[in-house]
């Protein structure tokens, strides 16, 4: 759930110590046009992070009282108090789409019981929004969420994920947006998920395309797949989820090993923690044990997005 960058509630509370909701809003405000960011993405923060003491009208009144003399940040802002005047129950959609995943994990609690527990509130998640419960700042919206999609597809071609010849691993694959997105740009698509709700989507969404496979997983490992069988692995905001369960070294290891030598991966998003410096220095680490070549380290290369990309190469003969 990108924006879950954004956290839960909980969480709100100590990323923004004790400041009020109207203050919180304002950082969010803040840091969202400092770096640019899609007023959808502003929007989705916003409905995380603020609690529900406040409403959408409240919201497009702390948005449009905001003062700039950068005449497209004015724009900016008046686009975000626009669509909260407009259609308030977005905001309620993504707060009850957020909800649905507790993003905190006690630190002695086992992997299994928070991929389960991660498991359930993704299946409650996609059955509010099959949208937002993959990507929050689509709004809930199907056409957004598809020119997001086809963004990343662009930037997957451009960097060699895509091709005829090529079969393709999707860790986390959700309601099955990138299968229907790449299938015919690919030999043959493979996602895998914790969350049956989610797969039952996903088979739907692909229902008679050929190339397209769906395995639930137990979430621990990549044990259904042999060794060597992929070309190019993706991970679209999965990794997080993996992080939180404790899981995402193993997985990092099961990437190596069930991809073919010179194999690529995408990881967009490895973390919600917050630190870039942190998700690099474990992928540093993690890649340097793998066997694993590290070419795209952190960067934002999406307008519609904020998630940070990390492209990897699985060494030859290695
Ligand atoms: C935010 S959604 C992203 C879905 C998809 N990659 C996309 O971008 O449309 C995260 C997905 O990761 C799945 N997930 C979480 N933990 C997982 C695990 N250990 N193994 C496989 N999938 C997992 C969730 O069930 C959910 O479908």
């Not at 630190?275 to 992928?283: K, M, N, Q, T, Y």
Request: one cysteine or more; hydrophobic letters at 45%; proline letters at 3%.
């Amino acid at each position: 759930m990108d924006d879950a960058k954004d956290l839960d509630a909980a969480d709100a509370v100590s990323a923004f110590g004790a400041q009020s909701p109207r203050m919180v809003a304002l950082s969010v405000l803040e840091r969202c046009l400092l770096h640019a960011l899609p007023p959808e993405v502003a929007l989705a923060r916003l409905a995380v992070n603020v609690g529900a003491e406040i409403d959408a009208d409240e919201l497009a009144g702390i948005a449009a009282s905001l003062h700039t003399n950068d005449i497209c940040q004015r724009a900016w802002l008046a686009q975000v108090a626009g669509m909260l005047a407009d259609r308030p129950q977005i905001l309620d959609a993504i707060r009850a789409t957020a909800a649905s995943v507790c993003h905190q994990s006690g630190s002695d609690e086992a992997p299994a019981k928070i991929i389960a527990r991660l498991a359930s509130g993704f299946d409650r998640a996609s059955a509010v929004s099959p949208a937002a419960s993959v990507q929050l700042s689509s709004l809930g919206e199907e056409e957004k969420l598809a020119a997001a999609t086809y963004e990343i597809v662009d930037w997957l071609e451009q960097n060699g994920l895509t091709g005829g010849d090529k079969d393709i691993l999707d860790i986390g694959c959700g309601i099955g947006r990138f299968e229907s997105a790449l299938h015919s740009k690919v030999g043959r698509v493979v996602g895998t998920d914790i969350s049956p709700n989610m797969i039952a989507i996903a088979r739907r969404r692909c229902a008679g395309i050929a190339n397209v496979e769906f395995h639930r997983t137990t979430g621990f490992d990549l044990a259904a797949f042999d060794d060597a069988i992929f070309d190019c692995v993706l991970a679209v905001d999965s990794f997080p989820y993996l992080v939180l369960a404790g899981v995402a070294e193993r997985h990092f290891l099961e990437v190596a090993r069930v991809l073919k030598p010179e194999g690529l991966t995408a990881i967009l998003n490895y973390s919600y923690r917050g630190s870039l410096a942190l998700d690099r220095s474990d992928i540093m680490r993690l890649v340097g044990a793998c066997g694993i070549q590290l070419i795209v380290d952190g960067e934002t290369p999406f307008s519609r997005w904020d998630g940070t990309a990390f492209l990897l190469r699985r060494f030859s003969g290695t």
